[in-house]
């Protein structure tokens, strides 16, 4: 049986590779954002551990009182989106015993409740991401009628976790995971690595948290820089050559507001997914890669 900490350890290494890589308009060890600092977002890591492993807690019960650890450390939104994605992972791991990940994981969100969501709602009212908006059905200002599946999925156009657990971790398993993996075999640099799957899910996936708060207005503009950066990454062989492009990307993006937050969630959730997959089947074809560390998007609100 794998301890609650080894699945710690997984989920902070996890979160903290989403600073050490420079993604460009995300807060990172490179460059503060959006009123954060990557301080922060380690803290929020070693503050919610904990809960997303907690083998006696639910689903949503995990997600929660993530979260409101989170808040508790650091005052504000820096992860839930990525407690979001990563808590039905752990818990694939630790209740479904036979299978893959992708199989697991469906498993547990088949299986997810109306208290689930109503943790989760909880989570969501508490963290206060950007640009939530309301709804006329199942908005999350009320109690849920349905599971949390289920409420995912009428959310699935607007809000690209959602959508994720909709269709089980698309976006993770069919483009980002295949990504990072070609990517640590070229480099054999986790952060290197982290920053091309960023790159190849911005580039194709519309990030909804910059949507929410700027709808189309700069989605042509994101998409010719990353197809921009995704070239120059084709033609590098070390992070120090494709420094100078991101460092002006990044500022474009900081000096607009743009905040791709979705996007890197959805990052942190392949690098765990990756590991865990590893774990259950490590002699399956692919690695994790090594970044020398050993330590969304529902909005990632400023720290004021």
């Not at 503050?47 to 997600?63: C, F, K, M, Q, T």
């Not at 808040?71 to 630790?94: D, E, F, R, W």
């Not at 109690?143 to 909709?166: H, Q």
Request: glycine residues 6%; aromatic residues 8%; proline residues 5%.
């Amino acid at each position: 049986m794998i301890s609650s900490q080894a699945l710690q350890h997984f989920y902070v290494q996890a979160c903290a590779l989403d600073v050490e890589a420079f993604k460009p308009g995300n807060v990172s060890v490179y460059s503060p954002g959006h009123g954060m600092h990557a301080d922060q977002f380690y803290l929020s890591a070693q503050a919610s551990a904990p809960y997303v492993s907690d083998p006696n807690r639910s689903l949503g019960e995990r997600i929660y009182l993530a979260v409101e650890a989170t808040h508790h450390a650091v005052g504000c939104n820096t992860n839930l989106g990525i407690v979001l994605l990563s808590v039905p992972l752990i818990k694939a791991v630790q209740d479904v015993h036979t299978g893959q990940m992708r199989g697991r994981l469906r498993r547990i969100l088949e299986a997810s409740t109306r208290k689930d969501a109503a943790w989760v709602y909880r989570a969501i009212r508490l963290a206060n991401p950007g640009g939530l908006g309301q709804v006329a059905s199942e908005d999350v200002s009320r109690e849920p009628s349905l599971t949390l599946l289920e409420v995912m999925r009428l959310a699935k156009d607007y809000d690209r976790i959602a959508f994720n657990y909709a269709f089980f971790y698309q976006d993770i398993y069919e483009l980002a995971i295949p990504r990072y993996h070609d990517a640590v075999s070229r480099w054999g640099d986790e952060r290197l690595a982290v920053v091309a799957t960023f790159v190849a899910l911005l580039r194709r996936i519309p990030d909804t948290h910059v949507r929410r708060k700027f709808g189309w207005r700069y989605q042509e503009m994101i998409q010719a820089r990353m197809a921009q950066l995704e070239k120059a990454l084709t033609q590098a062989d070390e992070l120090e050559q494709v420094l100078p492009e991101i460092w002006k990307i990044d500022q474009e993006f900081k000096d607009k507001g743009i905040n791709p937050g979705t996007t890197a969630d959805m990052v942190v959730a392949t690098l765990l997914a990756a590991r865990l997959e590893q774990l259950i089947s490590p002699k399956r074809p692919g690695r994790a890669g090594t970044a020398g560390s050993v330590w969304l998007d529902w909005g990632r609100q400023p720290c004021l």
